[in-house]
């Protein structure tokens, strides 16, 4: 655990739950019930006060028919539809955004990120830890689909802005404040196991064997977790955006030392046409890729500074109070807030 360990501190003043529960779904018909009697029987024996949030990706499965009559008979248990599919890195944090615990923990709907763990989370939180970070210690998994997680991991770790740890998926508890700090990131994209780590907040790692998928069919196949890959190499390495200006920085010392050769050979042993084409080639790479990764830094910036994508838009949203019936002020645009009446 990094830095000093301090007691989590309740939110004066506010009515809010001990520990918000956040399961995003998406055709989890096999899991979703099963899911909410496993984590209530955790909550309720290491939390004080508990809330479930289920939030659900446009299943086109009975998950949404599920989760309805879970709501009416508890009403703990709360549900965001979304209007469409907003993929595996927007919905679940959105739904965290909309939790008031003062601590969240995120978990998946397949039994992948084992309720059992949820005591051991909350004592760590308990013990001063603002984040306790699941680590996956084995997985059941193909040679292609492991020999890929490994290359990603070992692509973040060497040009990731911060550490990243091996394993980690997410599954885990945020306490308030960090949530909160996250929120008003307003990441388009966010990557929370690499946010957890840029936030400098005192974490603790959990290992666990990840058990294989309890029931239903995933949804992940080679295309999806590229695409959450990339997404998540894009967000928490923006310093490859800065890879043109160090390729041309060393393609411009080799244009510098063939252009001395060749002036020193036309010098003692005559005119070289091919060394000359040669250095005037280095001399224009080093000079494109210096400009491409002035554009890139300059991109960066841009994004740096105008991060105000909406990460879903709700169709319904069931047993929310009447004060969290509209989503939360963490997740609206200071703009909407002013046009707001």
Request: charged residues 20%.
């Amino acid at each position: 655990m990094k830095g000093e360990a301090a007691l989590p501190v309740p939110r004066g003043g506010l009515t809010g739950p001990e520990i918000s529960f956040v399961i995003p779904c998406y055709n989890e018909e096999a899991n979703v019930v099963a899911m909410y009697e496993a984590v209530t029987a955790e909550a309720q024996e290491h939390a004080r006060s508990h809330e479930i949030i289920f939030i659900d990706n446009d299943s086109s499965d009975t998950t949404r028919t599920l989760l309805r009559g879970i709501c009416a008979r508890d009403s703990r248990v709360r549900a965001i539809f979304n209007n469409r599919n907003y993929g595996q890195m927007r919905s679940p944090t959105y739904a965290i955004y909309q939790a008031e615990g003062e601590a969240v923990i995120a978990m998946c709907c397949d039994f992948q990120d084992p309720p059992a763990l949820i005591g051991t989370l909350i004592s760590q939180w308990r013990a001063g830890a603002q984040i306790a970070l699941g680590q996956r210690r084995s997985e059941e998994s193909s040679l292609l689909l492991g020999a890929a997680r490994k290359g990603g991991y070992a692509l973040l770790g060497r040009f990731a802005d911060y550490p990243i740890i091996s394993g980690a998926t997410g599954f885990g508890l945020y306490a308030r404040d960090v949530v909160d700090m996250f929120a008003s990131w307003n990441e388009p994209e966010p990557f929370v196991r690499g946010m957890a780590m840029e936030s400098g907040y005192r974490y603790v790692v959990v290992p666990y064997d990840r058990p294989p998928r309890m029931g239903g069919k995933s949804a992940n196949n080679f295309w999806t977790l590229l695409n959450f890959a990339l997404s998540g190499l894009s967000g928490s390495a923006k310093s490859l955006l800065r890879m043109p200006l160090i390729v041309s920085i060393y393609t411009g010392l080799l244009a510098g030392t063939l252009a001395v050769f060749a002036v020193a050979r036309t010098l003692w042993m005559g005119y070289s046409p091919l060394l000359i084409a040669m250095t005037l080639m280095f001399i224009m790479f080093a000079t494109l890729m210096f400009f491409i990764g002035l554009i890139g830094d300059q991109l960066r910036l841009l994004v740096e500074r105008s991060r105000n994508v909406p990460l879903v838009i709700e169709e319904e949203r069931i047993n929310f109070p009447s004060e969290r019936a509209l989503p939360s002020p963490r997740v609206i645009s200071r703009t909407h807030l002013e046009g707001r009446p």
